[in-house]
């Protein structure tokens, strides 16, 4: 399994891939803008994809949807500091399949990856 880390925030994506257990994937890559996501995702689609919402370039809902465009069976995270439940509701709207607050735990983060993983 392949998974996309996409934040633009190194010391978050740091986080996520030192908080998840790297057993379970076969290949993890980072991206720090949603034009990145979809440059990478294109290239290589990953299965499972972390995504923020508030990056330069390209915001997190608009990659959500063209992530889901070129794979539609993707499992997307959205993992965010925006505590708007609008956002979530949008966020979910588009395509993507659970919501982490930042900042999080481990055990959060592992629980939010495993119910989308579930699904």
Known sequence: MKLLIVDDSMIIRRMIERN?????????ETASNGSMAVEKFTASPADVV??????PEMDGLACIEKLIAIKEDVRILVVSALADKSTAVEAVKR??????????????????????LED
């Not at 972390?50 to 990056?55: A, G, L, N, S």
């Not at 607050?101 to 989308?116: G, R």
């Open 20 to 28: 998840l257990d790297s057993s379970k994937f076969s290949e993890i």
């Open 50 to 55: 972390t995504m923020d919402i508030t990056m």
């Open 95 to 116: 395509g993507a399949e659970g919501f982490l607050l930042k900042p999080f735990t481990q055990e959060s983060l592992e629980e939010a990856f495993n119910e989308v």
